[in-house]
């Protein structure tokens, strides 16, 4: 069974930054994706960014240009760097890790941004 642990969240000013972290262990196989979710108060969890094991990344709209996702492979660690914070930002954050084709998830992070 592979544990999920996120960490970093807590509350900003709008314009701020936040950064989270993301660790999973009891992996038997390589972590193949890492990524961060999000969901808001009366609304789905949504993709905020993606990483692969290669490094590859992919970001939601609302992410791109604002947040940074990295890994620490060797950790089996994912980062997720929030600049420019915005009020619609918050949300619990979730990080999920693939473990060849399943899906493991974190307890979630509050992130909440004050206008």
């Known amino acids: 069974q592979v544990h999920v642990v996120e960490s970093g969240g807590g509350l900003v000013e709008a314009g701020g930054s936040l950064g989270l972290s993301c660790s999973a262990s009891?992996?038997?196989?390589?972590?193949?994706?890492m990524g961060w979710y999000r969901q808001a108060p009366g609304k789905q969890r949504e993709l905020v960014a993606t990483?692969?094991?290669?490094?590859?990344?992919n970001y939601a709209e609302s992410a791109k240009g604002r947040f940074t996702i990295s890994r620490d492979n060797a950790k089996n660690t994912v980062y997720l760097q929030m600049n420019s914070l915005k009020p619609e930002d918050t949300a619990v954050y979730y990080c999920?890790?693939?473990?060849?084709?399943?899906?493991?998830w974190g307890q979630g992070t509050q992130v909440t941004v004050s206008s």
């Open positions: 999920k890790v693939i473990v060849v084709v399943t899906q493991f």
């Open positions: 009891g992996a038997a196989f390589g972590i193949n994706v």
């Open positions: 990483i692969t094991r290669s490094g590859s990344t």
